[in-house]
């Protein structure tokens, strides 16, 4: 028997000889111990959930790498410890929100009662609401902390858990770090309180919402166009999510009068039935979307994530057909249309992260708009907001996951607003007698075509996490020196921190926290990096490659030619 499989079966006898887990807990951890094949047990046990990129998240289930109510409530009695800590001498409030999926109302309500057993007072929503809300009730209700049960757009098997402080953003070091200390340091179930005190526990009022709708109308621009063509047909849809309970709203409130949603997605299921991944980002996740637009000739089609925190967006090319635009096209188009129409240009900013287009540099550079670069994630974004804050004026950020936020009203990523933008983009192009994809043809020739790819390499359990591991030590170790006949100028190297020039053997430091990628940029211009994903069993490749785009008559030609590139390099790297 190998070490790791001692190791797993006796923190798993720990949990079948705990008095505080309940009977039908045990009885699916002795199915795993019994079971002839272990690979199920180590992976239900082989580590702890820790906090990520986005919090806790893992496949629900018994066992102490899984979502269930007791690793749940080990994390909150750790953040409830850590918040008495940091808070000692004042009433604490949190709030709590939660999404469509399976045992998300339930995860809610434990996090809610070992809060108030706790001694902190607990501002709930009643239903479902998306994630970009819990953000902004933080700050609205002047909470210390916040959580959002949610695993985003992973698939039906998953849950998680993100944690929010005090300025409405997922938590960032140091207080990641120390909340992990708080939930390591309790030893036994024992410890948590997981008998609520419901007198601390507050229904949120429709209130929020009020505020929140008022504050998107607010940073809105071409409000006037919106009246203009307030008939155009727009298509929503929330994939069984949260989405559905805000956008179409928003959609209504901004002035927008034909809204189709898709009915069969607009029930909140956490079982996904129509879809095989609740994922913007994949094509198959939009057919239903993409074929009402079809049906009631809109110019444009949206879906949103489960917990309403990324869209995709579908829109009409030059021979009618929808085309899905990938988060680097849509974020460049928004950043080209809300910077155009920036009424105060001067000591202003906006943000994305490290392996998102650096067509929205070239443009805030040609706007005369700073843009700031962050590590991956809007928690590293909403931090440099905290950052700047009195200092510049923050316009928008977004990244190339379909994340994009306007305004520093909330502090994450807020697919409800989005909604609302790009249709008011839409909007504005068809006065111009234009769709969404002219402007992107038309944003190409003003400041340069840039093109991406994205390889996702699925790695599943505690086998496949070595193997990511091992894979990036190949990287590092033995970078590649060129690729497809372009030598590699520069590495950077966001684990050591040092960015290489191959040219002149320069090494300079990176002004950025630790984080486990790679980048390469070659002499033809790509850019590519690696690494591996804070929330699912993934390694990613990002590709990026760009050229000049003399007019609209060439965009075919070039269009197929970046493309070609692109496929190109990832067979290569495939290979490695």
């Not at 202003?348 to 805030?364: H, N, P, Q, R």
């Not at 994340?403 to 989005?418: C, E, L």
């Amino acid at each position: 028997m190998t070490d790791l499989l001692i190791s797993v079966k006796s923190k798993a006898q720990q949990w079948l000889t705990s008095p505080v887990i309940d009977a039908e807990t045990k009885a699916q951890i002795t199915v795993l111990v019994n079971n002839t094949d272990p690979k199920e047990l180590i992976d239900s046990f082989y580590k702890d959930l820790e906090f990520g990129t986005g919090g806790l998240r893992g496949i629900m289930g018994a066992g102490s790498n899984c979502m269930n109510k007791y690793t749940v409530g080990v994390a909150t009695q750790g953040l409830s410890n850590y918040l008495r800590k940091t808070f000692p001498n004042k009433q604490i409030k949190v709030a709590v929100a939660y999404d469509c999926r399976n045992n998300s109302s339930y995860f809610s309500q434990i996090i809610a009662d070992v809060f108030s057993a706790n001694g902190i007072e607990v501002h709930i929503f009643p239903a479902l609401r998306p994630t970009p809300l819990l953000s902004y009730a933080i700050r609205y209700l002047n909470c210390d902390s916040g959580i959002v049960v949610t695993a985003s757009h992973n698939p039906k098997e998953y849950n998680g858990y993100k944690a929010y402080w005090n300025d409405g953003a997922q938590v960032v070091p140091p207080h990641d770090k120390n909340i992990i200390q708080e939930v390591n340091a309790i030893t036994s179930f024992e410890e948590v309180k997981f008998t609520g005190e419901p007198s601390r526990i507050h229904t949120i009022s429709a209130d929020v919402e009020e505020a929140y709708y008022a504050e998107v109308l607010r940073v809105l621009p071409k409000k006037e166009i919106i009246k203009k063509h307030q008939h155009i047909p727009i298509v929503f849809s929330g994939l069984h999510g949260t989405g559905s309970t805000m956008v179409p709203e928003c959609l209504r409130r901004i002035g927008f009068t034909n809204v189709h949603v898709v009915e069969e997605q607009a029930k909140a299921d956490g079982n996904f039935p129509t879809v095989k991944s609740p994922n913007p980002e994949e094509r198959s996740a939009m057919e239903m979307a993409i074929a009402k637009g079809k049906t009631v000739g809109a110019s444009m089609v949206m879906a949103t994530d489960p917990d309403a925190d990324r869209v995709g967006i579908g829109v009409r090319n030059q021979h009618g057909e929808f085309v899905l635009l990938n988060g680097n096209q849509a974020f460049s188009l928004m950043m080209w249309f809300i910077l155009k129409n920036l009424q105060e240009r001067t000591n202003t900013y906006i943000a994305k992260t490290i392996v998102t287009s650096e067509l929205v540099d070239t443009i805030a550079r040609n706007y005369g708009v700073d843009c700031y670069n962050t590590l991956t994630g809007f928690k590293y974004i909403a931090q440099l907001m905290g950052e700047r804050e009195g200092k510049q004026k923050f316009v928008a950020a977004g990244e190339e996951s379909y994340g994009y936020m306007v305004g520093d009203f909330i502090r994450d990523k807020d697919a409800v607003s989005a909604c609302a933008f790009f249709a008011v983009m839409t909007a504005t192009a068809a006065d111009e007698g234009k769709t969404l994809y002219d402007w992107l043809i038309d944003m190409y020739v003003e400041h340069g075509f840039y093109k991406e790819g994205l390889i996702n390499i699925t790695k599943k359990g505690q086998q496949g996490e070595q193997e990511i591991k091992a894979m990036m030590e190949k990287f590092r170790n033995n970078p590649p020196a060129s690729i497809l006949g372009s030598s590699v100028e520069r590495i950077l190297d966001y684990n050591t921190l040092n960015e290489k020039n191959l040219k002149t053997g320069k090494i300079t430091s990176l002004n950025f926290p630790n984080s486990d990628v790679l980048q390469f940029y070659l002499e033809d211009g790509t850019k590519i990096s690696v690494r591996p994903s804070g929330t699912e069993p993934k390694i990613k490749f990002y590709i990026s490659v760009n050229t000049k785009l003399n007019s609209r008559k060439e965009f075919d030609q070039v269009n197929q030619a970046l493309d070609k590139k692109i496929k190109n390099i990832e067979d290569y790297l495939l290979t490695l």
